[in-house]
């Protein structure tokens, strides 16, 4: 019986995206994994440059050192993309480069030294992908929402509803010249009275007041690490820098006017001393040294277009420049719909740091490929006289596998012992799943649930609200949830690309690493108790599927020409 190869889509260079935004404080690189049916994309990397073009003036842009760290930092995207074979991006350019005198000459030179086409947005045009951006993170879309990015160089305004724009702008008020115009001479009063002139002169006060708004979205590093600062206390000189925690689980993103005031009054030093440079820097980091302009600025905008509360939003830019590229790639691609997959990323963004939200993420990764692999199988088991998997699988459970994955460990911000039941009780309680019924909310949760431990029997208690075929496709969703972990464990974020193929000795997943190791620090090493886990779920798998699964190097697969490519013991191997 002949193999059939299933190529898979984190193997396949066309469902690979990258948007590059060259901002006035730092540029950044988003690689994302989509799916061609829905749109619905996943972060894969994210990477940042501070390269600070504004800080000269704001019309020099980009003078020589400037230009230098500025193409020093696109040349090492353009390393990353071609590394990881990611061939559609997008590079945009923001206010430092729109407000360049010298733009055709830098444009030039990127596009000669990098080999970049950079497309410079209008403030418009940059406060419309960054409300294209908000829609995939927040439910907002049927809403009339007020949208502010506060950057480096300028601040976007944007009403918008039912991904529709009502009224955008960009004002050239930005956290870098700020600082450099006021802050840097200690003119703070001088920087709120300059503020509110310049609000008042673009008539973006009145236009705003005109149309009204129900709810008020800030996105972007300023509003985030504000943010952040509020919900940690950090007014109150009370900080908890060790990441998320469980008091996080209450936390929904979101601040009040009332407490921007606070944070502003004890960074600027209102009615007592200011915070001290060294606790501000080691809390804001780089930011630290524009975090009094962005919150003056912040605070003066909350008071002129009386804004009560703004919620947060953890895309901007860069996931509205992917969004429209996939609005040209996916022919249902649905704003609306994404919502139900932002509300998981935005549950899974609040609970876990960065090394585990890589880690949830590359489990999700590998389960779509072994997802997609199977339903491909299924597809031409029919034509092919193979083994056919008793259930039908559609876009919905990927989807419910995929969330499962993200929010698995979630349950760790209340410590290891039994932090799987924790992960099921925070999904299923509370109101964080937007779009999803009761019944998908709780299958998602049991998944999570059982992502460990023992693995569930087909008549588990948990299980009887269940039909018969439910049941059954949802112990092969656990199944290949409990390998996908497995795995990710043994490879940590070291995986390059996948492939899953079938023949009369059942199902292969084969792996291919990235080709230098020493750059990843999330690698997990190849521990005992590991590999222990893994035979264990293949044996769950095997039971559940009645077929073996078995697991590959990518430069090891077995030949029956050479005893050389047999699997070496320092690598993944085949376990039977």
Not at 431 to 451: F, Q
Not at 483 to 510: C, D, P, T, W
């Amino acid at each position: 019986m002949a193999t059939l190869p299933i190529q898979t889509v984190s193997a396949n260079p066309t469902n690979l995206l990258a948007s590059v935004d060259m901002g006035t404080n730092s540029f950044k690189l988003l690689t994302v994994q989509f799916n061609p049916s829905t749109g619905k994309f996943l972060h894969l990397n994210r990477l940042k440059e501070p390269v600070v073009l504004g800080r000269q003036t704001a019309s020099a842009a980009a003078a020589a050192d400037s230009q230098l760290r500025a193409i020093e930092a696109l040349k090492a995207f353009r390393s990353f993309l071609q590394t990881h074979e990611i061939h559609r991006h997008r590079v945009v350019a923001t206010a430092a480069v729109r407000e360049s005198g010298n733009q055709a000459e830098f444009l030039r030179r990127v596009r000669d030294e990098v080999g970049f086409e950079v497309e410079v947005l209008s403030g418009e045009e940059e406060a419309r992908l960054i409300y294209l951006g908000a829609l995939q993170f927040l439910p907002i879309y049927e809403k009339t929402a007020l949208v502010i990015d506060i950057g480096g160089g300028s601040t976007e305004f944007l009403l918008g509803q039912k991904g529709k724009v009502i009224f955008g702008t960009s004002v050239k008020l930005g956290h870098v010249n700020l600082t450099q115009k006021f802050v840097n001479n200690n003119e703070i009063l001088q920087m709120r009275t300059h503020i509110r002139s310049i609000l008042q002169q673009c008539g973006i006060v009145d236009k705003i007041k005109h149309y009204g708004f129900e709810i008020a979205v800030g996105s972007s590093g300023t509003v985030q690490s504000i943010e952040r600062a509020v919900f940690s206390g950090f007014s109150h000189n009370v900080v908890d820098n060790n990441g998320p925690s469980y008091e996080d689980f209450g936390r929904d993103w979101r601040f009040s006017k009332e407490k921007l005031r606070m944070l502003v009054e004890r960074l600027c030093g209102g009615g007592g001393e200011a915070i001290g440079r060294a606790r501000r820097d080691q809390f804001f980091k780089r930011r630290s040294e524009f975090i009094v302009a962005g919150a003056v600025l912040l605070d003066e905008i909350f008071e002129m277009l009386d804004i009560k509360e703004m919620e947060v939003s953890g895309y901007a830019l860069g996931e509205g420049v992917v969004a429209e590229m996939l609005l040209q790639v996916c022919d249902n691609y649905d704003f609306n719909a994404n919502a139900r997959w932002g509300s998981v990323v935005r549950l899974a963004t609040r609970l876990l740091g960065k090394k585990k939200m890589g880690m949830a993420a590359q489990c999700a990764n590998i389960a779509k490929v072994i997802f997609e692999g199977l339903r491909k199988c299924n597809m031409l088991a029919e034509t092919e006289n193979q083994v056919k998997i008793s259930v039908s699988w559609n876009d919905k459970d990927l989807e419910y596998l995929e969330a499962a994955c993200m929010l698995h460990n979630i349950g760790l911000v209340t410590g290891e012992k039994g932090y799987h039941k924790q992960s099921q009780s925070i999904i299923t309680n509370g109101d964080h799943l937007y779009g999803y019924s009761s019944e998908e909310i709780k299958l998602i949760a049991l998944l999570a649930r059982h992502h460990r431990k023992k693995f569930p029997k087909p008549n588990h208690k948990s299980l009887k609200e269940f039909s018969e075929e439910v049941k059954e496709k949802f112990r092969m969703l656990c199944a290949i949830v409990r390998i996908s972990i497995a795995v990710q464990k043994l490879r940590g974020l070291n995986i390059q690309g996948m492939e899953f193929s079938y023949s009369h000795e059942g199902f292969k997943l084969i792996i291919s690493d990235r080709n230098d190791r020493s750059l990843q620090p999330g690698i997990v090493p190849l521990a005992e108790d590991d590999e222990t886990e893994l035979t264990k779920e293949l044996g769950h798998f095997q039971k559940v599927f009645q077929q073996k699964l078995s697991i590959y190097d990518a430069v090891a697969v077995p030949s029956s020409s050479s005893e050389s490519s047999k699997p070496s013991s320092t690598n993944l191997e085949c376990i039977h």
